[in-house]
Nanobody
Framework: VQLQASGGGLVQTGGSLRLSCQTS????????IAWFRQAPGKEREGVAC????????HYADSVKGRFTISRDSDKNTAYPQMNSLQAEDTATYYC??????????????????WGQGTQVTVSS
């Protein structure tokens, strides 16, 4: 099982980025997918999560209206589209997965599979 996060980089305030989480070794449709981020000196925080088949999506208040997550089952890849980026969005972003039949997802639940992080830096 592998999750490979990519797509990070340097972007100006107000700009956009789309991260990718390429998965392998499991069926994406049957797994909950979540995105987390961690800024230097801060605790890891949940950004967004989606239940199996992408049926339900939950966003952190800090990104609601600016971030949109999706998944492409054919490519076994999950994406967050991040718009209107602000300096406080600067962090290392991680994707995580968990096999789960629940109709809801949370940031505090167990996620068994994690990818390496990808750095997002927003400059003014």
């Amino acid at each position: 099982v592998q999750l490979q996060a990519s797509g990070g980089g340097l972007v100006q305030t107000g700009g956009s980025l789309r991260l990718s989480c390429q998965t392998s070794g499991f069926t994406l449709d049957y797994h909950q997918i979540a995105w987390f981020r961690q800024a230097p000196g801060k605790e890891r925080e949940g950004v967004a999560c989606t239940t199996k088949f992408g049926a339900s999506i939950h966003y952190a208040d800090s990104v609601k209206g600016r971030f949109t997550i999706s998944r492409d089952s054919d490519k076994n890849t999950a994406y967050p589209q991040m718009n209107s980026l602000q300096a406080e969005d600067t962090a290392t972003y991680y994707c995580a997965a968990h096999w789960g039949a629940s109709d809801t997802c949370t940031f505090t639940q167990y996620y068994g599979f994690w990818g390496q992080g990808t750095q997002v830096t927003v400059s003014s």
